[in-house]
């Protein structure tokens, strides 16, 4: 333990050999790029496994979540709540497109965005909400559907924890008007770089193709403003790859979710803001723990602790994304209609929560040493 660091997370790969015998077409075809086939055969298979209608993959999740955005055209200047609560690709999506974040503070059982309080947030200017399901916990999605429709508000949801998750047997892709997924490496599931928009409205999937492709439509007519957001081949394989073996990866990640759960659960001060639910299946992306007053340090006392001996968790998400320099400066408040709006326990539980080292296939020794540190 003493001569290798531990890292937060560790990617999940085929074989070397599965994946070399994969991409060795490439070679032939010299088609690496712009939608090839095996772009449109992960997009296929990407919606059968999602049981979504419709599927758009990207280059990355932020450049989805940004497409995704855009796509929706909604006027400069206009308000979408969400959470401070996320990782700061969330916030940053939403300002370059040239609208305003108001922040929604989160409930303390799991760090989702607290629907309750949606309501007293919506103004003459909110045209959407932009929620997160946080380490895998499921948002209230048949409640933020309600107060969006009967608002006449989008919902697309930030779903990069929730890759793969069901919630009462419909994939999670399928609430909201759409829903964006990460395939970064420290993810479930990875592409190595990559995301994706999953939806129903077919008139979607036109619009991000022109948003991800310069607006182009073949070899000399451009019909709208777009960015350059396609996913290539090398990572389309990838995931081709990885979904062969994506339960499997699942399972191994439930089975040592499940051991640190049974050996921290007597730990004076130690608790979780990740459990189990009926309604959902989880994907077990993250084992994120809260640090109480009980325990006999606080949070960073834990992590410097952990990080002295090569183990190195996260504060995640630490600062909240409202509370990033890029936002709080004088230039930048503009953007926060909301700046003195209270989201207490959404601060709370990044001044207390401590992601630590996970992954599919963790040997348990290296559990058990990290378990040990703890207690």
């Given amino acids: 333990m003493e001569d290798s660091k ?24 010299h088609w690496i790029t712009n939608m090839g086939v095996y772009h449109r055969d992960f997009e296929n298979k990407l919606k059968d496994y999602l049981a979504v209608p419709e599927v758009s ?33 969330t916030t940053h999506a939403i300002v370059r497109n040239g609208l305003v974040p108001v922040f929604c503070d989160v409930k303390a059982e799991d760090g989702t965005m607290d629907e ?7 103004t003459e200017k909110t045209v959407a909400i932009i929620p997160v399901h946080v380490y895998g916990n499921i948002c209230n ?22 890759f793969g998750e069901k919630y009462k047997g419909v994939g999670i892709g399928n609430f909201g008007d759409a829903s964006v997924f990460s395939f970064h490496a420290t993810k479930v599931f990875n592409t190595i770089e990559g995301g994706a928009v999953a939806f129903s409205d077919h008139k979607l999937y036109e619009k991000l193709y022109d948003l991800k492709n310069f607006g182009i439509h073949g070899t000399e007519l451009v019909e709208g403003v777009g960015a350059n957001a396609k996913m ?23 089975i040592r979710w499940e051991y640190y759960r049974n050996e921290l659960s007597s730990v004076r001060g130690i608790s979780f803001l990740c459990g189990e639910t009926p309604t959902v299946q989880r994907n077990y992306s993250y084992f ?25 968790a996260r504060k995640y998400f630490f600062p909240l994304t409202c509370d990033q320099n890029c936002y709080k400066d004088h230039n930048a408040k503009a953007y926060l209609r909301n700046s003195g709006l209270k989201v207490d326990i959404a601060r ?13 296939d963790m040997e348990q020794s290296v559990q058990d040493s990290i378990i040990s540190m703890i207690k």
């Fill in 57 to 89: 993959l990207m280059v990355n999740g932020h450049m989805a979540l940004e497409m995704a955005i855009q796509a929706f055209d909604f006027p400069r200047g206009s308000e979408v709540i969400t959470t401070p609560f996320t990782f700061i690709s």
């Fill in 348 to 360: 709370n539980l990044a001044s207390r929560v401590l992601v630590i080292p996970f992954w599919a």
């Fill in 288 to 312: 994120p723990i809260l640090i109480g007053q009980e325990y006999q340090t606080n949070r960073d006392g834990l992590f410097e602790h952990m990080a002295d001996r090569n183990i190195f």
């Fill in 141 to 162: 999605v048949e409640e933020i559907s309600r107060i969006a429709q009967k608002h006449g508000l989008k919902v697309i949801y930030d779903a990069a924890h929730a």
């Fill in 116 to 122: 309750a309080l949606i309501e007293q947030l919506i």
């Fill in 6 to 29: 531990i890292l937060v997370t560790k990617t999940s790969m085929p074989s070397y050999e599965e994946y070399i015998e994969a991409i060795r077409p490439l070679w032939d075809s």
């Fill in 232 to 254: 290539n081949e090398f990572c389309a394989i990838m995931g081709i790859c990885n979904l062969k073996h994506i339960d499997e990866y699942i399972e191994e990640r439930r």
